[in-house]
């Protein structure tokens, strides 16, 4: 059997189930996004996220009518038809209470050019000097063999890849396909090693040789006074051999969305953070308010390397997160290790349960090597299998015998949930909570919980023995 195909099928099929979940339960196709909004009133409205499917666009359950928005893809004028599940965009439009309009759909690549190579598992690509990597919610194109990409020719292929980039210049992808026609070098990305002399700068590992290129959206170049700006490069010409890309234009990368919106929303990677409630997402500068709502995590949580989403007013390039600050990593995890090998471990009272780490993994305080059995640590992840996750970020705390479990439910029986593996008897436990935060009862609790929903449950840890008594619904 070839084990990669089947990975990748079956990855395929989790990110689509995925995305289409978001889609509402109408059955309506719709493109959608993150976000949400009052329901009354009227204004501007603007969002970013990934597409779900089409019809319409879907921001957190409100829907956007496309029946009279002009579309642009990859820079081009288009339709409808030219995007496909997967795919990043922001849409401009408007509401009028719970009715809402685009007008403009824009889609932005994060990197179109040659495949350089492909690692051996699968799970990331080197297109064009940049690291692009894939997971669960990776959408893979049917015209790429079998939607593996091992089955990419390295040197020869090329293609398009859709996604957030991460603050370390790594592409998290959303949607990859082959270009067979018409390819473009191009890449947006955060700037490096900036040199002026030389006429060039970094985006990942790729050399940009700007010598010839249009430069004048850009700041005047001086020294090293572009490093950190979010551009975008294209070029004619790309030397595999040097990994240069000789470009015929370097802007700054535009949003596409106006000076004052109503409402907007952004999800990606926070890249940078300036103090409490002040960051960014991406290049998108972020600043909360007193009263906004946190909904997964809580406003210390907000790192360089977290998946967010933020929405709110959008005035002068600054987004005021009115709305909400929500956490896109549904798994948290805090306890002891009980068990630790070379990339993974186990929490004691949490059985069957696997964190994995990885090169992504952000490690605070510590590094793998540096932590042991009896170790407290406190973590955030993805869902990576039925009992299993992928730590984005690891810290290690001071003893104590908390035990928290965060995730997405996967069975109800009686009294007794099911969260990544784990039986949780809620029959110990006195206090629950809402969604919003309300003190519920148990019967209510369990009315409330559905399989997928997120829950977190709190507890203390006598040896091995666990004894469960918060649980709190998630948004």
């Not at 089947?6 to 109408?26: E, Q, Y």
């Not at 492909?118 to 790429?144: R, W």
């Not at 082959?178 to 030389?198: C, M, Q, S, Y």
Request: hydrophobic share 35%; proline share 2%; charged share 20%.
């Amino acid at each position: 059997m070839n084990t990669s195909r089947w990975i990748f099928s079956l990855m395929g099929m989790m990110g689509l189930a995925g995305l289409l979940a978001a889609c509402g339960s109408d059955g309506a196709p719709s493109v959608s996004a993150s976000g949400s909004g009052s329901g009354s009133g009227s204004g501007s409205a603007s969002a970013s996220g990934t597409i779900t499917g089409f019809g319409s666009v879907i921001v957190n359950g409100k829907r956007f009518d496309t029946s009279s928005s002009s579309f642009t893809v990859d820079g081009q004028s288009g339709s409808q038809s030219d995007l496909k599940v997967g795919m990043i965009v922001t849409v401009n439009g408007s509401f009028n209470g719970t009715q809402r309009s685009a007008d403009a759909v824009l889609q932005k690549d994060a990197v179109e050019g040659l495949v350089q190579s492909v690692a051996a598992d699968g799970l990331s690509l080197i297109v064009m000097g940049q690291t692009v990597l894939v997971d669960n919610t990776t959408l893979i194109d049917d015209n790429i063999p079998g939607r593996n990409l091992l089955n990419l020719v390295s040197g020869t292929d090329h293609v398009e890849a859709n996604g957030h980039i991460r603050p370390n210049g790594v592409i998290q992808a959303t949607f990859i396909e082959k270009k067979l026609i018409n390819v473009t070098p191009e890449v947006r990305g955060f700037v490096t090693d900036h040199n002026d002399g030389a006429k060039t700068f970094q985006i990942g590992s790729l050399t940009v040789n700007y010598a010839t290129a249009l430069i004048s959206d850009m700041p005047a170049p001086n020294g090293s006074n572009w490093n950190g700006l979010s551009v975008e490069a294209k070029g004619a010409v790309f030397t595999a051999t040097t990994t240069t890309l000789t470009a015929t234009k370097v802007e700054p990368e535009n949003r596409g969305v106006s000076n004052q919106v109503d409402e907007f929303e952004v999800e990606g990677y926070v890249t940078q953070v300036r103090g409490a409630g002040d960051f960014f997402i991406g290049n998108t500068r972020v600043q909360t308010t007193g009263n906004t709502e946190f909904r997964g995590g809580t406003i210390d949580e907000i790192v360089v390397g977290a998946k967010l989403s933020a929405e709110g007013r959008w005035e002068n390039g600054i987004l005021i997160a009115t709305k909400h600050v929500k956490f896109h990593e549904s798994v948290k995890l805090e306890g002891d290790i009980e068990m630790i090998s070379s990339n993974s471990f186990r929490l004691t009272g949490l059985p069957g349960l696997t964190v994995t780490v990885n090169g992504q993994t952000e490690l605070k305080d510590t590094n793998l090597g540096g932590l042991s059995s009896g170790d407290h640590v406190r973590l955030r992840g993805r869902v990576s299998g039925p009992n299993s996750v992928i730590a984005t970020r690891v810290e290690l705390r001071s003893g104590d015998n908390d035990l928290d479990l965060q995730g997405p439910v996967q069975s109800i029986a009686g009294n007794v949930i099911v969260i990544l593996g784990v039986s949780v008897d809620t029959s110990t436990i006195s206090q629950f909570e809402s969604v919003r935060g309300s003190s519920m009862n148990r019967t209510g609790f369990l009315a409330e919980v559905k399989a997928n929903a997120l829950v977190k449950v709190k507890g203390n840890l006598n040896g091995s023995t666990v004894r469960w008594d918060e649980a709190e619904l998630e948004d």
